[in-house]
T-cell receptor, first 112, second 115 residues
Framework: QQPVQSPQAVILREGEDAVINCSSS?????VHWYRQKHGEAPVFLMI?????EQKGHDKISASFNEKKQQSSLYLTASQLSYSGTYFC?????????????FGKGTRLSVIA | DAGVIQSPRHEVTEMGQEVTLRCKPI?????LFWYRQTMMRGLELLIY????????DSGMPEDRFSAKMPNASFSTLKIQPSEPRDSAVYFC?????????????FGDGTRLSIL
């Protein structure tokens, strides 16, 4: 039931773009995205609900493809502050009854 | 507003000792979650509460682990007896409402080392 994230790690230069994918084997109701910097707590980025919506948060946006049971996180014009590990948390199609299950994370390193 | 508060931040103890981790959720939040994070397994949900009642403890690894929430502003996670494989970072998180449209707010975690 744990979602699969890809890639496991990525290194970018400042200004480059990246895409992080989160795939589930089960039908999803919602996908949550979090970022965790080294030695710190995970911090909420955004939630996407079923319906194939796309959300934006400054230069970080995400989409949710219900049919593919997949969400993608898009980071454009990356900044040094984007470095960290990105986690998706998925809620399968039983809203309110099942807790989030987190993927193993994608480690993003942005270098100057 | 204060966020989720966890204590202690670091704990180093010897195998066999009892360990108690503490969490104060954000005031007004009705869901509280305990997670364990390791390099190998990532962020694993151990147990979660709704209105102080344990809802799902299927992630608690063994009987050595127990969690309580005696009131809306306090929860504990206890390990007795502790083992070296329990070494990890333990996070507490709280949220307002169910998962679907509410973010979880994480505490700074407790880094536990069992020697």
């Amino acid at each position: 039931q744990q979602p699969v994230q890809s890639p496991q790690a990525v290194i970018l230069r400042e200004g480059e773009d990246a895409v992080i994918n989160c795939s589930s084997s089960k039908a999803l109701y919602s996908v949550h995205w979090y970022r965790q910097k080294h030695g710190e707590a995970p911090v909420f980025l955004m939630i996407l609900l079923k319906g194939g919506e796309q959300k934006g948060h400054d230069k970080i946006s995400a989409s949710f493809n219900e049919k593919k049971q997949q969400s993608s996180l898009y980071l454009t014009a990356s900044q040094l502050s984007y470095s960290g590990t990105y986690f998706c948390g998925t809620e399968i199609f039983e809203p309110g009854n099942t807790p989030l299950v987190f993927g193993k994370g994608t480690r993003l390193s942005v270098i100057a | 507003d204060a966020g989720v508060i966890q204590s202690p931040r670091h704990e180093v103890t010897e195998m066999g000792q009892e360990v108690t981790l503490r969490c104060k959720p954000i005031s007004g939040h009705d869901y509280l979650f305990w997670y364990r994070q390791t390099m190998m397994r990532g962020l694993e949900l151990l147990i979660y509460f709704n209105n102080n009642v344990p809802i799902d403890d299927s992630g608690m690894p063994e009987d050595r682990f127990s969690a309580k929430m005696p009131n809306a502003s306090f929860s504990t996670l206890k390990i007795q007896p502790s083992e070296p494989r329990d070494s990890a970072v333990y996070f507490c998180a709280s949220s307002l409402g169910d998962n679907s449209n509410q973010p979880q707010h994480f505490g700074d975690g407790t880094r536990l080392s069992i020697l």
